[in-house]
């Protein structure tokens, strides 16, 4: 079963930051939080990852509380290309023995 | 990184029949996994294969029904067989590609094949 709790649905206006929450409460020492995203028919894309510090790369940033019981993924300045489906999952880095557990995640819809 | 595709990208099949999934990377990987996402639903795990061994099911799956292949390093397949209805999924190959030590383990995915089981 997924670990993460996601709001089922959110919208943001095009161009404005979109800020999507994710709870992991249950989260161990040596889990990572990996968020992919799903947009219609295509194959998941990686997006980002963190163990406890914040992050950033060119498509989004990572905000990780610092009990790590939840986290924020940050799109800065969302387009209409962003809506999809937004997955925060939980794993170990460790090779081959967690693969990626997808819950119901958050549909994204960004509004012109 | 890795890119993969898959083939066939869709299909229409009929019930009873049976049908094999091609996912092809362009690089080496030990790890692939293949998924199912059911219509309006979330991604299922269906088994994991490495290469030079037996794949490894998730719960509800079984090798009967989803026999796997990974003949090489690149490469591996899927049958769906005995299709009902039931089956209408697309279909995800994913591999993982990273190094110990420095990336981290990250998964890839392919673009799915959508199949409708009529």
């Known amino acids: 079963d997924a670990k993460t709790t996601q709001p089922t649905s959110m919208d943001c206006a095009e161009g404005r930051a979109a800020n999507l929450p994710c709870n992991h409460s249950?989260?161990?020492?040596?889990?990572?939080v990996y968020w992919y995203r799903q947009i219609h028919s295509q194959g998941p894309q990686y997006i980002i990852h963190g163990l406890k510090n914040n992050e950033t790369n060119e498509m989004a940033s990572l905000i990780i509380t610092e009990d790590r019981k939840s986290s924020t993924l940050i799109l800065p300045h969302a387009t209409l290309r962003d809506t999809a489906v937004y997955y925060c999952?939980?794993?170990?880095?460790?090779?081959?023995?967690?693969?990626?557990?997808f819950g119901k995640g958050t549909r994204l819809s960004v509004i012109a | 990184s890795a890119v993969i595709s898959q083939k066939p990208s869709r299909d229409i099949c009929q019930r009873g029949t049976s049908l094999t999934i091609q996912c092809q990377v362009d690089?080496?990987?030990?790890?692939m996994f293949w998924y199912r996402q059911q219509p309006g639903q979330s991604l299922t795990l269906i088994a994991t294969a490495n290469q030079g061994s037996e794949a490894t099911y998730e719960s509800g799956f079984v090798i009967d029904k989803f026999p796997i292949s990974r003949p090489n390093l690149t490469f591996s397949t899927l049958t769906v067989s005995n299709m009902s209805p039931e089956d209408s999924s697309i279909y995800l190959c994913?591999?993982?590609?990273?190094?110990?030590?420095?990336?981290?383990?990250?998964?890839?995915f392919g673009p799915g094949t959508r199949l409708t089981v009529t």
């Open positions: 994913s591999v993982e590609a990273g190094t110990s030590g420095t990336a981290p383990y990250e998964q890839y």
């Open positions: 249950t989260i161990s020492g040596n889990e990572y």
């Open positions: 690089s080496q990987v030990t790890m």
């Open positions: 999952i939980v794993r170990t880095r460790n090779s081959g023995n967690t693969p990626l557990v």
